[in-house]
């Protein structure tokens, strides 16, 4: 069940010490969000899973003289206020979100929840009248800024350009072996292989809706089958390729769009309209395979460019001839 934004206070309506609670359940928000991140990281990517471990023990610092500070002015009962409760806060995603997603994205995101922190509490503190909240608030985005340079320096002294270097050319290799390869694969059969269906289809009945519906049925079709394969014939443990679900979902995806984008310009009622954009879309596909296979798979490009197109054509024409016969 969602929060409801009616029940929440706005933060101009807050205390001081319910200023400063929401800060102390942040910062213990924040460092639990580093741990994830670090169990997470902590087998493929020691140094950076190293990195992490120590900017959540700056958080348990942070919050520690946060608590202090609290007990000193407000007593040791500390209000019970987390980011949801406020209209307004900023917000963290869901680690779920993102524990799944590259290197990169995941160090991205670290210095994102900095930033934003610090710039909530300096904007809320330009806006505050009551010099005592001014302080806090200042205290606190001055607090959220160092974080945000330490973090910096942690990377310096535990991520060495080779250790970095070689972290991100094992996240890349992942990510090839995860999500491109399977979605090429994909992306080129359901391409190539629904084109000669289609196309027989298209030049068999001249009817556009008809065809549409072979054109869909063969690459929701396709899609499936490729996803399902692609799941079920390798669980990743072995080969290191990762996830048999993303696995099978690139593939299964890319497949079903491969067909779809020349299946779908036969929704246009006027066949040799249809017929022209569709090949169009062939044309682009083609190329789009001999381009992602030349950046990511370094397979010289006139060489997949020809292989590829090549490929397409046969198949292209193969069924233009059945439909046309």
Do not use: C
């Amino acid at each position: 069940m969602g929060f409801n934004i009616s029940n929440r206070r706005r933060f101009a309506d807050l205390t001081e010490q319910e200023v400063l609670a929401l800060a102390i359940s942040s910062e213990e928000d924040d460092a639990q969000i580093y741990r994830t991140y670090a169990h997470g990281l902590r087998t493929e990517y020691p140094a950076s899973a190293a990195v992490f471990d120590k900017m959540a023990v700056e958080e348990d610092g942070h919050r520690q003289r946060l608590i202090d500070l609290h007990v000193s002015r407000f007593g040791t009962v500390i209000p019970l206020l987390r980011r949801e409760h406020v209209a307004g806060f900023y917000a963290r995603r869901p680690v779920w979100l993102t524990e799944n997603l590259g290197l990169d994205r995941i160090r991205d995101e670290a210095r994102v929840m900095e930033h934003d922190a610090a710039e909530f509490y300096l904007r809320a503190a330009a806006r505050t009248k009551d010099a005592a909240t001014r302080k806090l608030l200042g205290d606190l985005a001055a607090a959220e800024a160092g974080h945000l340079q330490r973090a910096k320096v942690l990377e310096a002294d535990l991520l060495g350009p080779e250790v970095r270097d070689g972290e991100d050319k094992v996240a890349r290799r992942q990510f090839i072996l995860t999500w491109v390869q399977p979605g090429l694969a994909g992306l080129m059969d359901g391409s190539v292989s629904t084109l000669a269906p289609i196309f027989a289809t298209a030049f068999a009945t001249q009817n556009t809706w008809t065809t549409f519906l072979v054109g869909l049925a063969a690459s929701v079709g396709a899609g499936i089958s490729m996803g399902f394969t692609e799941a079920a014939h390798d669980d990743g443990v072995l080969s290191g390729r990762g996830s048999p679900y993303k696995r099978g979902l690139a593939s299964g995806v890319m497949t079903a769009l491969g067909g779809l984008g020349h299946a779908l310009p036969y929704l246009i009622p006027d066949f040799w309209t249809a017929t022209s954009i569709a090949m169009v879309v062939v044309f682009v596909e083609l190329w789009a395979i001999a381009w992602i296979q030349n950046k990511f798979m370094e397979t010289p490009f006139l060489r997949a460019a020809l292989q590829v197109v090549l490929g397409g054509a046969l198949v292209f024409a193969a069924g233009v001839l059945i439909g046309g016969g």
